[in-house]
Each structure stands twice: as structure tokens, then as C-alpha cells.
Nanobody, 115 residues
């Protein structure tokens, strides 16, 4: 059973930064793609960023100039660096990974940005 465990969420003021971490219980290079999603209250879960096995990254346009996805293979960890946070970034952030045709999700970490 593969597990994805997120950490790094919290309460931050607008303009601040947070770095989310997602540690996998399996080799992250065995995932064809890993990513971050978020779900704000009353809204659907939405894609934020992805990183492929080869290291190719994709960040959605709405946060592209503020968020960065990266990974540390030796720690089986994927990161989401979030800068210049805005109140509208408030959401539960979920780690996601596709491995052997199975999608895995973490339990989520809350990010709250105060104005």
C-alpha cells in the first residue's frame, strides 16, 4: 500500500511563503507523474502543479509566477514552494501520484492565508 504524506501547511499572512512536502512510501521515480491539487471550501478540487518522472514540471497559469514544484529523489519527496500567498490560495492541498495505473492521494494539508 503506497502512502503519500503531506506536511508544511499552516496559517500565514498574505504575502508570505510556505513550502509543502509530500513524502512517498515508494520510490517517487516509480510514479509516472506526481502533483499537487487543492480544494477550497465549497469548490471542486483543482490541479496546481505536476512533475513527471523525467523532471518536467507544469504549473497552472493562475499560480505560475508564485508556485514552484520540485522533488528530492533521495528523500522520495515532492515539494510545492508557494510565495506571495494570497487569501484566495486558502485551501486543503493534496499530494497526488500515478503509479502502475493507480492514483494515490495524500490526506491533505490545510493552508490558510489571512488578509
Amino acid at each position: 500500500q503506497v502512502q503519500l504524506v503531506e506536511s508544511g501547511g499552516g496559517l500565514v499572512q498574505a504575502g508570505g511563503s510556505l513550502r509543502l512536502s509530500c513524502q512517498a512510501s515508494a520510490n517517487i521515480l516509480s510514479f509516472s507523474v506526481m502533483g499537487w491539487y487543492r480544494q477550497a471550501p465549497g469548490k471542486e478540487r483543482e490541479l496546481v502543479a505536476t512533475i513527471g518522472t523525467g523532471g518536467t514540471t507544469n504549473v497552472v497559469d493562475s499560480v505560475k509566477d508564485r508556485f514552484t514544484i520540485s522533488r528530492e529523489n533521495a528523500k522520495n519527496t515532492v515539494y510545492l514552494q508557494m510565495n506571495s500567498l494570497k487569501p484566495e490560495d486558502t485551501a486543503v492541498y493534496f499530494c497526488n501520484g500515478l503509479r502502475a495505473l493507480t492514483t494515490h492521494w495524500g490526506q491533505g494539508t490545510q493552508v490558510t492565508v489571512s488578509s
